[in-house]
């Protein structure tokens, strides 16, 4: 792997990785004005895996591999199930089972959208 293409693609899912963990160490993470916590799991893993598939992919010009679309979701459910145990350990945190479900939900959407989104560029 060269570095410019560490830089282009696995930076920002290490980078927005690190936020996630950032945000969900905090007792009160700034949320937008009405918007409950449990509700941003969803656009928050669709992203994340959005990132993943496409660090995966890289500069392929076929369709995604299988196992890629499968590491995708693996790795992005799996870091949920750790931020939600993270959240064990942070003053008026609470790890939830559904926020892990939503996380997967949210996962399986952002392959969607990452399918459509290479659909769209051929």
Do not use: C
Request: net charge positive.
């Amino acid at each position: 792997m060269t570095r410019q293409f560490f830089l282009r693609y696995w930076l920002p899912v290490l980078a927005y990785s690190l936020l996630i963990f950032v945000l969900s160490g905090m007792s009160r993470p700034p949320l937008p004005a009405g918007v409950q916590g449990n509700v941003l799991h969803y656009p928050e893993f669709a992203l994340l895996a959005f990132l993943l598939a496409r660090a995966f992919h890289g500069e392929r010009t076929g369709p995604p591999l299988p196992k890629h679309v499968l590491w995708t979701f693996v790795l992005a459910v799996a870091f949920g199930a750790t931020d939600e145990f993270h959240q064990a350990f942070v003053p008026d945190r609470v790890p939830d089972v559904r926020d892990w479900l939503n996380d997967g939900i949210g996962s399986a959407a952002g392959l969607l959208l990452w399918g459509a989104w290479r659909w769209i560029r051929r």
